[in-house]
């Protein structure tokens, strides 16, 4: 291209960035700031950066039409003006605490006035002259000044995503699986305060600032999402989906990631209180807070993130407690404390898909202990009051009401082909018992030898196994594997504590069980896999 050509087009790609950021400058001031509350800056800033953006752009602009002899002055007063407004946008959105969300407004602006400073740059480059004409011949220029156009667009666009989501996350996905391993010796520490759950062959860890995905064969990172402007304060498994969530200044951020690879699936914010539990049912994902003050119960859709519904747990005019929520593919049963008429233990059952009740049932014996509620197969089991501890079955779809048994242990834990194991301490003889949940029958019993004193402290089941970590009055901790089918030893392991183990976990899948133990408060945990 000959120089008579370039110039014109630099001088049309010039205006065309002007006019683009002065359009962004504009935009960026109307949008909100913050998602929190959608504040926006004083008026007397809005004010100031209009004026050194749009408003001199465009006086120059005329000036530069009636006294073209000028145009390198005032091109470079132009660009001077769009700096500044540039470097005030940008401190100002700096000043966006991330907790309250970061807006459009302020990276839309920035980039504007970044764009505006660039076109006058360009300008005065360019020189006084005419821009591309209509020829034939002047195609060229014109083609230049498009894509430069859709150029500027793209780079605002990334920019503007960096500065709202980009800039916080540290998020990295899922390779080869390790070749060999089966040799590492355990237990590994991790940040973490929360296990997850186990998928595959990864074991899920929550942190303070976000997730990771431990390899089970070698100990490595497999994938990790971290963000470093907001804390994290639940996480669940559903499915194959890890569901994440972040604390916001005026509720949650709820982003999905695939278990096997880390790659998001989606991510929200929705106004809601302090989550403590994520669970699956079917395609929901239900996320529940946790006690006085729990807050509204949300359902959302797994595969997209859309909010399917909300339902606040109350009574009689009063907000209730959340002691427990257990989930079926298709009902959400959430264990409530109410305290407008007195105190009312009572389960609810909603609907998966749109959170309407189903059914409810109320506690008939009163007692301190919180009503605690599992699934097991196709209906729900509560257990209420002191020792001795009823159980009552319930039918998922209907809440129909079915057999009563005395709890006979101290900890249960459901399975999926309707059975509850209780785990029972004793000093003359520990035992675990399965009984069926529809019936009441107790299917089988047995003994754990050398667990006198021992006491069960958190189980769960995968496949046809269970797994039971018990600790010892000594503080050392052992995890007992049995058959599901007749009670019958599958493991029985001393699992090492590098701390003092005041807070357990236990996860499997058919092949592996994965123990976390971690100090109180601490921000480290360390895993164990067997």
């Not at 995905?213 to 990790?224: C, E, P, Q, T």
Request: hydrophobic content about 45%; some cysteine.
């Amino acid at each position: 291209m000959n120089r008579s050509a370039t110039w014109p087009a630099v001088r049309g790609v010039g205006l065309t960035a002007v006019a683009l950021g002065t359009v962004a400058v504009v935009a960026g001031l109307a949008l909100p700031w913050t998602l929190a509350g959608s504040r926006h800056p004083d008026g007397v800033t809005i004010a100031g950066i209009a004026f050194l953006g749009p408003l001199i752009s465009g006086l120059c602009v005329a000036y530069v039409r009636a006294e073209p002899r000028r145009h390198r002055l005032t091109a470079a007063v132009a660009a001077v003006a769009g700096l500044a407004a540039t470097l005030v946008a940008v401190g100002l959105a700096r000043l966006v605490e991330p907790s309250a969300g970061v807006g459009l407004g302020g990276p839309v602006t920035v980039a504007g006035a970044a764009a505006v400073t660039l076109g006058w740059l360009l300008l005065l480059a360019g020189g006084p002259g005419p821009l591309p004409g209509p020829l034939p011949g002047s195609a060229r220029p014109w083609l230049a000044v498009a894509a430069t156009a859709v150029v500027l667009v793209l780079v605002a666009g990334f920019g503007v995503d960096y500065a709202r989501e980009g800039r916080f996350v540290d998020a990295t996905t899922a390779g080869d699986p390790p070749t060999g391993g089966g040799d590492q010796t355990w237990p590994l520490p991790y940040v973490g305060v929360q296990l997850v759950g186990v998928h595959d062959r990864l074991a899920i860890v929550r942190a303070e600032d976000g997730v990771r995905a431990v390899w089970l064969a070698s100990g490595a990172i497999a994938w990790r999402y971290l963000r470093s402007d907001l804390p994290t304060q639940t996480a669940g498994l559903v499915g194959d989906t890890v569901v994440v969530v972040f604390g916001t200044d005026d509720g949650v951020l709820v982003t999905a990631l695939d278990a096997g690879s880390g790659q998001v699936r989606f991510t929200g914010r929705h106004p809601a209180g302090k989550m403590a539990s994520v669970h699956g049912a079917g395609r929901t994902a239900v996320l529940s807070g946790a006690g006085i003050g729990a807050g509204d119960v949300l359902g959302l859709d797994t595969t997209d993130g859309r909010l399917l519904w909300r339902w606040t747990p109350a009574r009689n005019g009063g907000p209730c407690d959340v002691t427990d929520l257990a989930t079926t593919a298709d009902t959400v049963a959430v264990a409530l404390r109410c305290r407008a008429q007195g105190v009312d233990d009572v389960a609810v059952g909603l609907t998966a898909t749109t959170g309407a009740e189903r059914w409810s049932w109320h506690a008939i014996q009163r007692s301190p202990s919180e009503l605690r509620v599992y699934a097991t197969g196709a209906g729900f089991v509560t257990v209420t009051g002191a020792s001795p501890r009823r159980a009552v079955y319930m039918d998922a779809e209907t809440g129909t009401v079915g057999t009563r048994h005395d709890a006979a242990g101290t900890l249960a834990v459901p399975t999926a082909e309707g059975l509850l194991l209780y785990a029972e301490p004793s000093a003359e003889r520990a035992h675990l018992t399965a009984v069926e949940a529809r019936t009441g029958a107790v299917k089988w019993d047995v003994g754990l030898p050398g667990l006198g004193g021992h006491q069960p402290l958190t189980a769960t089941t995968a496949g046809d196994k269970a797994y039971v970590l018990w600790r010892a009055p000594d503080g050392r901790l052992r995890l007992i594997g049995a058959r599901t089918t007749d009670g019958g030893s599958t493991e029985d392991r001393t699992i090492t504590c590098a701390t003092r183990c005041p807070e357990v976990s236990v996860a499997a899948t058919p092949t592996h069980a994965v123990v976390t133990t971690r100090d109180e408060k601490a921000t480290e945990l360390y895993l164990s896999v067997t």
